[in-house]
């Protein structure tokens, strides 16, 4: 068999224009499925009429907040659920860090469509059949676990490793010696430090040539992602996923210029604080819209994400749109003196600098009325009053902030080992 850059090439290279009359229809077919048989839907959807996109404004958005309170209402899945009980073969259930968990049900034919495009995702990195990849994530009703039977299904020799301590993963890495590698981007770089103080060069030693990161922005971040491609000797791809959908919804391809999103599974939207779409290349919320989940529709959902996006044909010849950056969560927003300030923003500053290890930590308080923000730091080579002011110089021009810079040696923070806990928020009353 002649092998292709693409999986689905038909799906993949849609022009826009079809790709459009094609999301129509789906979605129609996805509205008409909530109405007729979830009580939920049923009322939000009642004398809707789509005669294009566009007209989904007309629907209210979805909030997680209001996934729970359904749920809570129609225990143990809610009232959105549009199939009955014994048609759902699989549930994913949220970490639950803000607020109860909500489960996020497939039917099989749900979950075959998921992991047909996570092989999609997998394949557009140009993972192939001769690949051995070792899935680095948690299983316990975490939707990021099954992504693995999508190297499996494009042949690639999978190893479902599973969070273990690292090492063990380190001696799985060793023996097996697969080629890549999905955890989160911090403990990526967990991993590659604690492979090097115990004697294992993970450039030379390992043979890691592709690593799949997700759940935090790191992936986004150009600095972030060049050190640890450094440090491993290997090409990082950044993937996006969230229970409610799917467990990578979105990824980069093997261009690495922004992470396509499946436009034949989702609807997406951007808008701004006011709910109005925003343009190409601004920053608003992820909002998505399901076009064949039978399990439960998900219409309008708001993700939280911010993230900017275009919708130019990439370099690949894949024309679904592609999220630029995920730049954070409006949860991890912070509201510093008025201004928008994303712990990535500081990350990027901080990670792009050859004095500094990399590492850092943000604490934000408030004094007499007035919030202040400490950026701690661990130096290298250069003095402490050096690296206070080029760094401080650097947020304030960057950011349009003052920080207090704290320079520490290196290996005094604490090192993350799954998501990264970077910011202490002292303030008690936020409501800037
Ligand atoms: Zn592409």
Redesign the pocket.
Known sequence: MKETVYWDKKIETLPRERLNAFQLKLLRAELAHAFKNSPYYHGVLKGVRLRSIDDIRKIPFTTKQMLRERQEAAPPFGDMVSVPERDIVYIAASSGSTGSPTASPFTAQDFEEWIDYEARLFW?TGLRPEDRYCHALNFSLFVGGPCVLGAQKLGALSIHAGTVPSERLLAILKQFQPTAIWTTPSYAWYLGETAIIEGISPASDLNIKKIFVAGEPGGSIPETRQKIEELWGAQLYDFYGLSDIFGACAG????K??L?IAEDHMLVEVIDKNGEPVGEGERGELVLTTLKKRARPLIRFRTGDIVSYTDEK?????THL?LLGIHGRIDDMLIIKGVNVFPSDIEAIVREKSYLTGEYRIIVDREKHLDTITIEVEGKDRSEVEVQELIGKDIKARLGIGAKINVLSPNTLPRATHKAKRVVDKREHVWA
């Open positions: 557009s980069e391809c093997s261009e210029s922004g396509h990439c370099a690949c010849g894949r592609r």
